[in-house]
């Protein structure tokens, strides 16, 4: 029994080595854990920079699609502008517009009456002659309002007459505050429709968002210069005074802005988005580092021009 005694006891010492060899003492896991922070640190870092230049990439291009949206739907609307207000003109209406009493923050830009068909039996014929006038406004807006960007974004007004065989009929379907403009009278096109009026009533048509985070940088001589004088007149928004000043030179954003041809019914506008202010809420001005971020658009619209001063 001595041969498997000593066989079983030397089975049992090997087998108690072997327990206190197992694990890692402190000094390895200590080695371990500072070699896994050399390695897992830089490829944090790396994939928090894919991360965020994907974020910014993908704000960059969110706000460039929506700036080319914008342009076009304003476009398409031109198309059936029969008539457009220069810089004189909104100055003089402007009070008819809506959102007179916030006039700081509520900039009309864009104003024009169009003329559009409708298909209402028995009303229009299958010629689809019988039209419909509407006086449309865009405004700049800007009013720290949570629910958008802190940067500015841009609505559209639009009031329309109504339709029908009779007076009574029209008015039915003819939106609140429309009155349309006079024709008759002394003075050429420019001075007849700068004479409009709305009716003694209430709006009941909001301005609807068109879209948001336009660029809301004021302008100065170094990181953001004023744009070029337009050759057909020029019309840009102040935030800044008594926001009556619609239409000067000393032009405060580049954002919106329009340049009107009131003889001829054309019009060049100019949008500039702030994709910055979709990244973060402080320091979200233009500056030639982040120009990337403001990107810019612009089309020029001839419309129908079918008035006239006769």
Known sequence: MNPLKL???KQI???R??????????????????IATLVITPLLGFMMNIITTERQEQAKANTEQEIKAALDYIARDLQQSVYIYDADGINIIRKQLR??????????????????????EPYATQKGDFFVYSLVAYYLIQDNDSTWSYAARIGRFQIKDGYGATETEKEETRDKGFQMFNMQGLGNLKIKM??????????????VPLVDYMDQTTINDHTNPAPPNCTIGQQVPQFSGTGDAVATKNVRTRGFYVC????NTVAEVYLRGNALARLQKNNIDFNESHKTYFPQASIRVQGNGLLSAK
């Open 7 to 9: 066989l079983f006891l």
């Open 13 to 15: 010492k090997l087998f």
């Open 17 to 34: 080595l072997k327990q206190k060899c197992d694990g890692f003492t402190l000094v390895e896991l200590l080695l371990g854990i500072v």
């Open 99 to 120: 959102r007179y009493g916030y006039k700081n923050n509520y900039f009309p830009v864009l104003v024009f009456w169009k003329r559009e068909s409708i298909s209402k």
């Open 194 to 207: 700068n004479q409009w009026t709305k009716k003694s009533e209430d709006y009941t048509q909001n301005i």
């Open 260 to 263: 009107v041809d009131s003889e």
